[in-house]
């Protein structure tokens, strides 16, 4: 028999996320918990910034995957400033 076993308790539930029915544990997954932690913990909006503001890479490229960024607007993260 398939399912997910509650650490609490040894029961088996067959879906999650579900409560334990034994016990109530809340039983969810990694993935669930991934997709939803952004909601506790929101990235603060960016500050847009005249052009001649700031260092000149703002704005022409990501600093996390390198993708090319248009040229209208130019953004900075209020706590590093880049």
């Known amino acids: 028999l398939g399912g997910w076993q509650c650490p609490r308790c040894m029961d088996v539930v ?3 996320p579900a409560d334990c029915g034994l016990c109530g544990l809340k039983l969810l997954s990694s993935s669930h918990l991934a997709r939803s932690y952004h909601h506790l913990f929101p990235v603060q909006s960016f500050q847009e910034v005249e052009d001649g503001e700031g ?3 703002i704005g022409t490229a ?21």
């Open 14 to 16: 067959k879906e999650i």
């Open 62 to 82: 990501c600093g996390g995957c390198g993708v090319l960024l248009g040229k209208e607007t130019k953004h900075v993260c209020p706590s590093c400033r880049q």
């Open 55 to 57: 260092s000149d890479a």
